[in-house]
């Protein structure tokens, strides 16, 4: 299985901040990588898939890129709803594998 | 709107078999384009994809190497639900647990998610 990791594990920022989130695989894949931000006691929402396209309803702040081995999310001013702990996901056609998380802290 | 409400117990006993039980509203476990998941999140292991059920023409499923030898999952198409089915379970299998529908089941990203359930292991 593809490992993924994501760095920070926590991150500190103000609101209007500029925040960029990095996520690695352990082998090179194509663009089959979504991004998912989960607040206490929900589920994961999705936000971004195929590495940079914006799932309906998600704020245009935040935007995906990156291929092969490295991607980053990025969120351009940092809302107070956008506090919470984001995953990176990699998938193909028969199975997923997530990043252990970032969580984005008030500093 | 799509639509998912998990229900099932809370606590199993180690050794005994986990059943939970994912209803979907909005749409059908027969698509012949979304697929169907469960995924698990505990401390220890995080975020933990387990498999999936979809149809095309028959239904398939997919499991991870992690609980291939324990799992199944099942549609029912009378009731438009699916459910999970993990055997042996010990208090390492104590995690909330997630389904969620895959827009196709070329792109295994998940768009949808029920509320989840706290299952613990304990005797």
């Known amino acids: 299985d593809i490992q993924m990791t994501q760095s920070p594990s926590t991150l500190s920022a103000s609101v209007g901040d500029r925040v960029t989130i990095t996520c690695r695989a352990s082998?090179?894949?194509?663009?089959?990588l979504a991004w998912y931000q989960q607040k206490p006691g929900k589920a994961p929402k999705l936000l971004i898939y195929?590495?940079?396209t914006l799932q309906s309803g998600v704020p245009s702040r935040f935007s995906g890129s990156g291929s092969g081995t490295e991607f980053t999310l990025t969120i351009s001013s940092l809302q107070p709803d956008d506090f919470a702990t984001y995953y990176c996901?990699?998938?193909?056609?028969?199975?997923?594998?997530f990043g252990q998380g970032t969580k984005v802290e008030i500093k | 709107q799509v639509q998912l409400q998990q229900s099932g117990p809370g606590l199993v006993k180690p050794s005994q078999t986990l059943s939970l039980t994912c209803a979907i509203s909005?749409?059908?476990?027969?698509?012949?384009?979304?697929?169907w998941n469960w995924i698990r999140q505990s401390p220890s292991r995080g975020l933990e994809w387990l498999g999936r059920?979809?149809?095309?023409?028959?239904?398939?499923?997919d499991y991870a190497l992690s609980v291939q030898s324990r799992i199944t999952i099942k549609p029912d198409t009378s009731k438009n639900q699916f459910t999970l089915q993990l055997n042996s379970v010990t208090p390492e299998d104590t995690a909330v647990y997630y389904c969620?529908?895959?827009?196709?089941?070329?792109?295994?990203?998940?768009?949808?998610w029920g509320q989840g359930t706290l299952l613990t292991v304990s005797s």
């Open positions: 996901q990699q998938y193909n056609s028969y199975s997923a594998t």
């Open positions: 909005g749409d059908s476990v027969s698509s012949d384009s979304a697929a």
């Open positions: 059920t979809y149809y095309r023409s028959k239904f398939y499923n």
């Open positions: 195929k590495a940079s």
């Open positions: 969620a529908r895959a827009d196709t089941a070329m792109d295994n990203y998940f768009d949808y």
């Open positions: 082998q090179s894949f194509t663009t089959w």
